[in-house]
């Protein structure tokens, strides 16, 4: 049974601090009586049984007290500084990049960034094995014009280290007014040594689709992010595949990084049966989520293919891993990203935040997305030097694929 304490913090401190001396006692009820606080302690057990509780938070007022009394400019440190510290290194315990803590300046200019313009280089970043990596770079942007790569290791900005920096700081550092430099330590596998990119801020646009028809009636869509434009423009694309006569797809997810998760599930709704499983979010209870599809599913039957790399992430792992397990489209290119946690901004008293990993993402197949990512059917690695129109077997192989695919199966045409 879970019991709520309460405790005079003034004697807790004392007593901590002095053992059960009888003048540390009676100091630490003195000080109780003249300045009384009152705290409530989550998460004691096993009170009633005279044995001790499992989280001793004696330890902690002690080491409030130690640095009070003790620290040189003690003085210069605001307490309520310390205690944004002491939760932040609550949140660090947890050892998950995703986790973070905002104090409320921190999250005023959090909200600001989501929600408005910014200056930056056109790059999502995240977390691979405790360190700062470019997830993709964006088309178009100044990011994929200076030559970063998904998964590149960023080791410096502005020649300052990214070790124990959180996303969100990192992303803090290399956002700026446009028309700025940053410069970026990179680190890649083809690399002897890291390289330094310096890069011109710039307001960032980022692109969402790319539609083409292809010879023998493929459609080729690249899908580069799953933002609130995305229904209305793939509708349209999807309008000139019809009109074109279409008989198989290329689904380009490569340098993907994600976005709105409703978004990539109506976009599952044009390939799979309506109530078809997308995904699965699963949380601490135990009573997974389910999402569905619920599109008309004009393409349930056309022969299709999807294209992945590291840079896919997030949404576009879950569309992928669904498209893969509930209607057998092959996966070509490169070993997704892995981003497979969901976070909630949860709101503090005073203004302040926690951005907590709340759930993870479970595919229809049983495969939890944070374990590594979305290996491919066929992998096809790109190119040393990149890909680029005329060079890109990755794109290669998905055409020729799937044009088997059309041959085999006899696929009808597919028309308005």
């Known amino acids: 049974m879970k019991l709520r304490t309460k405790i005079v913090l003034g004697v807790a401190i004392l007593i901590a601090i002095l053992g059960f001396s009888g003048s540390g006692l009676i100091l630490g009820y003195r000080i109780g009586q003249e300045t009384p606080k009152t705290i409530i302690i989550h998460g004691l ?3 009633d049984a005279g044995e001790p509780p499992a989280t001793d938070f004696g330890t902690f007022w002690q080491a409030w007290s130690v640095i009070n009394q003790n620290y040189l400019r003690d003085k210069d440190v605001a307490t309520q500084d310390k205690v944004y510290g002491a939760i932040r290194g609550l949140v660090g315990s947890l050892n998950d990049p995703y986790t973070e803590f905002f104090t409320p300046t921190e999250n005023q200019k959090f909200q600001a960034d989501v929600q408005g313009d910014f200056g930056g280089i056109g790059a999502e970043i995240g977390m691979k094995k405790g360190g700062v990596v470019v997830i993709a770079p964006l088309k178009g942007t100044p990011a994929m014009q200076a030559g970063l790569k998904a998964g590149d290791q960023i080791l410096k900005i502005n020649a300052s280290s990214t070790e124990g920096l959180t996303v969100d700081e990192a992303v803090t550092m290399i956002r700026g007014p446009k028309g700025s430099t940053v410069t970026l330590s990179i680190y890649r596998d083809s690399f002897d040594k890291p390289k330094d990119f310096k890069i011109v801020r710039d307001t960032i646009v980022v692109p969402t689709v790319d539609f083409e028809m ?21 509708y349209n694309a999807m309008s000139q595949a019809l009109k074109g006569g279409v008989r198989g797809m290329v689904l380009d997810l490569r340098n993907n990084p994600g976005g709105y998760l ?31 599809a619920g599109g008309n599913a004009t393409f349930a039957n056309l022969p299709l293919v999807v294209l992945i790399n590291q840079g896919s992430a997030s949404a576009a792992e879950i569309l992928a891993g669904a ?17 497979g946690t969901v976070q909630d901004l949860i709101d503090l008293k ?38 680029t129109k005329d060079n890109d077997p990755q794109l290669e192989k998905a055409l020729e694929t799937v044009r088997g695919e059309v041959n085999t199966k006899q696929s009808p045409l597919y028309t308005l």
């Open 350 to 387: 005073d203004g302040s935040t926690i951005k907590v990993t709340i759930a993870h993402w479970v595919l229809p197949g049983g495969q939890v997305l944070e374990n590594g990512g979305l290996k491919p059917d066929i992998e096809v690695k790109a190119p040393k030097d990149g890909t």
């Open 262 to 292: 409703d978004v990539a599930v109506d976009l599952a709704g044009w390939f799979l049966p309506r109530g078809t499983l997308v995904v699965s979010e699963a949380e601490r209870s135990g009573t997974p989520q389910k999402l569905s």
């Open 214 to 234: 292809k010879d023998g009636g493929i459609a080729y869509v690249q899908v580069y992010s799953f933002n609130a434009n995305l229904d209305r423009l793939f």
């Open 45 to 47: 057990t096993n009170l």
């Open 323 to 339: 498209l893969r397990d509930d209607r057998h489209a092959k996966l070509i290119g490169e070993q997704s990203f892995g981003k």
